[in-house]
């Protein structure tokens, strides 16, 4: 029998990382400049949308320019070398990837993915997808969900395909 796992006590550690993160992060961030950071262990993936030119009129989301899809993360897949030898020196431990970048100008939005969704959607395609709902004027929630509900039943996603679209607002 594997000893019981005291749930209050789980609790309490994932309480005070969420505290110290919060804690330390304010501490950082009275220099002003807002950052976003991606920490990840696993096999979802961050996709960030970011224009390549901050001289265009109005918000990017409006123009017809398509945006960067920039992969954040690297997925924990046992599949890929890198990988396959970080489980062999440590096992699979709880130390995740951390990816920083500032916000400015040109970051648009987010999608963070479960793998199903990046089976049947390419970086740059779930940046189009969600680019064109945008122009559109469509709500965030409402985007998110027309995300998933493509990727379940127009392209058959059989795996978890939990998304989030964070839109990052200006002004
Ligand atoms: C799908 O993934 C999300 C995010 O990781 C998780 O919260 C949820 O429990 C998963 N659902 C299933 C059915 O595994």
Redesign the pocket.
């Known amino acids: 029998m594997l000893p019981q796992l005291d749930v209050k006590v789980a609790k309490k550690a994932i309480l005070e990382g969420f505290r110290k993160t919060d804690e330390l992060l304010l501490q950082e961030s009275v220099s002003g400049n807002l950052c976003v950071f991606v920490a990840n262990i696993?096999d979802?993936k961050a996709v960030l949308a970011r224009s390549s030119n901050t001289n265009e009129l109005g918000s990017h989301t409006e123009t017809c320019i398509p945006l960067k899809a920039i992969v954040l993360t690297r997925e924990h897949k046992a599949i890929y070398p890198q990988e396959r030898s970080r489980i062999q020196k440590f096992g699979v431990t709880a130390t995740p990837d951390i990816h920083a970048f500032e916000l400015t100008e040109r970051e648009n939005f987010m999608i963070l993915g479960?793998d199903?969704l990046w089976e049947v959607f390419g970086p740059s395609d779930a940046v189009g997808f969600v680019q064109k709902l945008l122009k559109e004027g469509l709500p965030v929630s409402v985007i998110s969900r027309r995300l998933v509900k493509e990727a379940v039943k127009e392209r058959r996603c059989k795996d978890?395909?939990?998304a989030i679209v964070i839109v990052f607002k200006r002004g």
Do not use: D, L, R, S
């Open positions: 696993g979802a479960c199903g978890n395909c939990t």
